[in-house]
């Protein structure tokens, strides 16, 4: 999954910069279908499962990844659901570090769920409310001030785990992790912000097609890209077939889209049932629509759009969007 916060700020600052090219009304546009995956269709509230046990669960990977951060590091760890049945996975557990022989006081906060970094794809939340065998959440970790009472900073004995316990005394999980934060505040507790549960973004999967295509973004009319706080936006996207082979949308690749800096990562599936295959040199352009949060700033905001994001991850493009009352 990559990353791309510097990518969301230069969006913006080119966001004056959307094509002047339009539609052409003589050129055919596959129409918007609005279709999304099945694998993002949260459970119906009759389908809520009873609670998940720490027993149940089994820890994906060698445990919490910490990165560094301006204080301390962020780590998240993936569970899996090794059961046989969907059980519930929500709230926020209890986080301690366990297993040093002598160990700071600990305090942990609740931190805020944390927003998909585009273009990683994440089903609702809802689909914790029974989360099917097989299937991983994720559990967001900050951590930060680890000083050992008595040791001086060259010599800080680190916990032998992190230890996850489940609400409701359902058990808790002994979890490995890769990094320890600096002693930055001695005589101070070692501070836990511990993000509630959240689905594990879609894996990854085989590119859908070994062409290459290239992709831009054209307002509908007019000459600029426009949308309304609240309401739906309309742009297209042409794609252009770079490579020597004609392509076809078989399988039908899924599509990311955000609106920087206020929205959140939208997955659709493309229109192919509309689409016809791209000769070598061609082009085929599909709308698009999105939706433009209450809260976008008004004036330029950042458009980001890319094809197949859990397997080729493009092709992608930039582009402005002028976001109006």
């Not at 600052?13 to 918007?32: N, T």
């Not at 990844?65 to 709230?91: E, K, M, Q, Y």
């Not at 914790?128 to 097989?134: K, Q, R, S, T």
Request: glycine share 10%; with cysteine; proline share 13%.
């Amino acid at each position: 999954m990559r990353v791309k916060a510097a990518l969301l700020v230069a969006a913006v600052l080119l966001a004056g910069c959307s094509s002047s090219h339009r539609v052409s009304r003589s050129v055919p546009m596959v129409p918007w279908g609005d279709a999304v995956p099945a694998s993002l269709h949260g459970p119906s509230v009759q389908a809520v499962a009873p609670p998940c046990r720490a027993s149940a669960l089994r820890v994906v990977g060698r445990g919490f990844r910490f990165d560094p951060a301006l204080a301390g590091g962020t780590g998240t760890v993936t569970l899996r659901n090794a059961g046989r049945s969907a059980c519930r996975l929500t709230g926020r557990p209890t986080v301690r570090l366990v297993g040093a022989p002598h160990a700071p006081l600990q305090r942990q906060t609740a931190a805020r769920p944390q927003p998909p970094a585009f273009p990683a794809i994440v089903p609702p939340s809802t689909t914790l409310l029974a989360l099917p065998p097989g299937a991983d959440a994720v559990l967001g970790v900050d951590w930060r001030n680890w000083c050992v009472p008595g040791a001086g900073t060259s010599r800080l004995v680190p916990p032998r785990a992190v230890q996850v316990t489940l609400p409701g005394g359902r058990g808790s999980l002994d979890v490995d992790y890769d990094a320890v934060p600096a002693c930055d505040t001695p005589g101070q507790p070692s501070m836990l912000g511990v993000r509630p549960f959240a689905p594990a973004p879609l894996s990854a999967s085989p590119p859908w097609h070994a062409g290459q295509l290239e992709a831009s973004i054209v307002p509908v009319t007019g000459s600029r890209l426009v949308g309304q706080r609240g309401q739906v936006a309309r742009f297209a996207v042409r794609l252009r077939n770079a490579s020597a082979t004609t392509v076809g949308f078989e399988p039908c690749p899924l599509l990311a889209q955000v609106l920087a800096p206020s929205g959140t990562p939208e997955a659709h599936l493309l229109n192919c049932a509309a689409a016809d295959p791209i000769p070598p040199g061609r082009s085929l352009t599909f709308e698009m629509r999105i939706r433009v949060p209450d809260d976008a700033p008004l004036g330029n905001n950042g458009l980001f759009w890319e094809l197949d994001p859990t397997g080729a991850q493009g092709p992608e493009v930039v582009s402005g969007l002028n976001v109006t009352p």
